[in-house]
């Protein structure tokens, strides 16, 4: 729902050895596409995002992972009119299956996840963004060095990102 003018998607490809890059080159246009030349792992490929993104909001969205229409209006708003106030806002999710179906609703609060949170661009900078050398479990150093620095994260009720469970994820692999 928020005008195209007023977010930019950036998709960085982490060396795939599937058809991703070719996916994501047939959205050139609407996304601004970043491909690694080898894997790097999750923390410095996010970092690599991050660094080339122009807004004061950063919002992580994972490639099995999708959000709901007002997603982004409902975190932008939030964080403009609490800016002063806080760092981040952490929205609610539903987990989804392969085929959509919803098997639940989560609080970030209680089962936090590494999406669905709008980040202050200068907040994460501030604290050094990623750990660049970790290749999973990035988002657990990082909420740890922004609770220990004093940064505030609020909490909304509302569901707007959905969060797909499968057995391929890189969180059910590496849980393995």
Known sequence: SMPKNRYEI???DDASTDHSPEIIQSFAGFVRPVFNPENIGLGATCNRG???ALGRFVIRVDADDYVHHDFL???ELYMSQNYEFCDAVALDYLEVDENENVLGRKSQRDFPIACGIAFKMDTLVNIGLYDGTLRF???TELMKRFLSQGCRMDYLPLPLYRYKKHSKSL???NSR
């Open 10 to 12: 950036i998709v960085v």
């Open 50 to 52: 991050l660094k080339m």
């Open 73 to 75: 209006s409902v975190s």
């Open 137 to 139: 479990s990035e988002e």
């Open 171 to 173: 969180t059910a692999t």
